[in-house]
């Protein structure tokens, strides 16, 4: 093992802190679905890569800009996040449950992509992609820094959204007593669909990033949850500004291990600190 220079180990600094920006970003609408509606909700990586491949189609075949197909993902995606949470609510999934049925929706999607755009790896190739910053020695890909602006403003806004104003502190309050909400004129059943889907559009603005920055595979839907799930325990339920943090610390630490050791060393760093944080504070996750 040999140590980098300190060029190369600030340069991984920065790519962790991209990826972990990516992780936190993908975490967000994991944790508020976990910790606000009590839903385990694993088709949001689905959902994540359904958002990618559509940035990739209509970027690459109908010449939109990558950015501007949050136009039409955005809101597509908040219907898909309110019809899933009505059908949940409607037959009454309980919260182990509703990790075994939006695994199968996850089945389900990653069936369809393979189906429409076949098991080859697909990039998207765009103008964002030729262009870097340079600050001195180091590199900032204006891909990686659309994530990181992405992940850490839209953090910020839901964090704000959440304390500051009157709807975000209802919804709060109907996760936290929903009787109690109720009856000070709450309507938990309206929030919770509009919060599904804000959770649903988090995915599909997660999923724009990654077709920015990353080869898409269908398979390579499961390869993100393990990670991601460490962000959003780590981070805390329900908490916005919790998996952004975690993630970029989770984020820092595979590429500094990657760096200093070798990148099969990356994956039982980040998984070690999530089992011992669980460990020395089991309540962390509440």
């Known amino acids: 093992m040999s140590f980098p220079s300190a060029t190369l180990l600030a340069q991984s600094i920065l790519a962790g802190l991209f990826t972990g920006a990516l992780y936190g970003l993908l975490g967000l609408g994991l944790s508020l679905s976990w910790g606000m509606l009590r839903q385990i909700n694993l088709a949001h990586f689905a959902l994540a890569f359904l958002g990618a491949y559509l940035t990739y189609e209509l970027s690459s075949h109908h010449g939109v800009d990558p950015l501007l197909t949050l136009v039409v993902i955005v809101p597509l995606f908040f219907v898909l996040g309110v019809a899933l949470h009505w059908v949940l609510t409607r037959f009454r999934v309980s919260p182990f449950n509703s990790l075994l049925v939006t695994f199968g929706i996850t089945v389900i999607i990653e069936a369809l992509l393979q189906w429409t755009w076949t098991a080859d790896y697909r990039k998207l190739e765009s103008s964002y992609a030729e262009h870097k910053l340079q600050i001195g020695p180091l590199y900032l890909p204006v891909p990686e820094l659309i994530t990181l602006a992405l992940g850490v403003g839209i953090s910020l806004a839901v964090w ?63 390869a993100w949850i393990g990670v991601v799930f460490a962000a959003v325990m780590l981070g805390g339920l329900g908490r916005p500004l919790g998996p952004l943090i975690a993630g970029c610390i989770i984020g820092v630490t595979e590429a500094v291990t990657m760096t200093v050791t070798a990148p099969s060393w990356a994956p039982l760093v980040s998984f070690s600190l999530l089992m011992f944080v669980l460990l020395v504070r089991p309540g962390r996750v509440a």
Not at 195 to 202: E, F, I, K, P, V
Request: aromatic content about 6%; some cysteine; glycine content about 8%.
């Open 160 to 222: 704000f959204a959440l304390r500051r104003t009157d709807l975000g502190k209802a919804m709060r309050a109907a996760s936290e007593d929903a009787p109690i909400a109720a009856a000070f004129g709450v309507n938990q059943n309206a929030l919770a669909l509009m919060l599904s889907g804000l959770n649903a559009a988090l995915a599909g603005v997660a999923g724009v990033c990654i077709a920015l920055a990353y080869t898409l595979s269908p398979s390579q839907i499961y």
